[in-house]
């Protein structure tokens, strides 16, 4: 094994730890915040499961679209379990490995050109970033901040056309599904940011739509650098080095955060348990 992988692989176990030690600590420190996240009520757990299915079901869906920009779609049965799958090994396998696994996957089953998927996977994380800034921009700047999109979207062209190399590579893909990886991003990030709302709203009852999107974008950020499960550490890191912008406190964000951990946790085990208890695995 390499060795920038193995220090790697020792780094991300030493950061969940501290992580995890550090809200316990907070926790015994903090006994109240323990009360709170026990008075969840019922109905909102459920609500929060509801919604983080259909949140992975919209992962299904941008891996249907970033198919089909390969020229290559599969069918939705297949996308939605190779997600499932993929969720699973990206959280409890090493280095949120799952976009690797899909890009073997597809590779081996389909013929997927390795090329094109990363570009169409590069496309994703664009739009990814792109909505996730906008959902910032909006409490910084209220509602007018939605005019960057489109001009994001504007000076990216514009930069796409003025090079030839880069847009005879984005020619090797089916560019009218592009539209459709634009809108399955966006409402998975959507699907995100009710989550958020509902694990947050019963903690602070003046919670702000602007403040929600902050939240979120705020949190999706930590994926970039994050190389622990389901980025354990760097989101809730960005989540408090972010308050000035968001301006939710500190014991706010560690509760809705543990919740929000339980909950996802729970449900990727039910997937494992599936995938055990199906012929998915092959």
Same mark, same amino acid.
């Given at each position: ?163 030839? $190399? ?68 760097? $989101? ?47």
């Amino acid at each position: 094994m390499p060795k920038k992988l193995i220090i790697k692989k020792i780094l991300a176990a030493l950061i969940v730890f501290i992580t995890i030690s550090a809200i316990t600590v907070y926790y015994i420190k903090k006994p109240g915040l323990f009360d709170e996240l026990k008075q969840t009520p019922i109905y909102v757990v459920a609500l929060l499961f509801l919604l983080y299915i259909s949140f992975i079901g919209t992962l299904a869906v941008i891996n249907d679209a970033t198919l089909k920009m390969c020229k290559k779609p599969i069918e939705p049965k297949e996308s939605l379990q190779v997600t499932m799958y993929s969720s699973f090994i990206n959280f409890f396998g090493p280095l949120q490995s799952g976009p690797a696994f899909r890009a073997i996957y597809f590779k081996k089953l389909h013929n997927v050109d390795l090329k094109k998927f990363t570009l169409a996977t590069f496309a994703y994380y664009i739009f990814y970033a792109l909505i996730s800034g906008i959902f910032l921009l909006i409490s910084i700047l209220g509602w007018y901040s939605a005019v960057v999109l489109p001009a994001a979207i504007l000076l990216s062209y514009l930069a796409v056309k003025s090079s030839a $190399r880069l847009l005879k590579k984005i020619k090797m893909l089916n560019l009218k599904f592009l539209p459709y990886l634009a809108a399955a991003t966006l409402l998975q990030l959507s699907i995100q940011a009710l989550i958020y709302y509902f694990e947050l709203k019963s903690l602070v009852p003046a919670l702000g739509i602007g403040q929600v999107l902050a939240y979120t974008g705020a949190a999706n950020f930590a994926l970039f650098i994050s190389f622990t499960p389901g980025a354990l550490g760097f $989101r809730e890191s960005f989540l408090l080095f972010s308050q000035k912008i968001h301006h939710i406190d500190s014991s706010s964000i560690v509760v809705a955060t543990t919740l929000d951990r339980a909950i996802y946790v729970s449900i990727l085990i039910l997937i494992g348990v599936y995938i055990i208890g199906t012929n998915i695995q092959k």
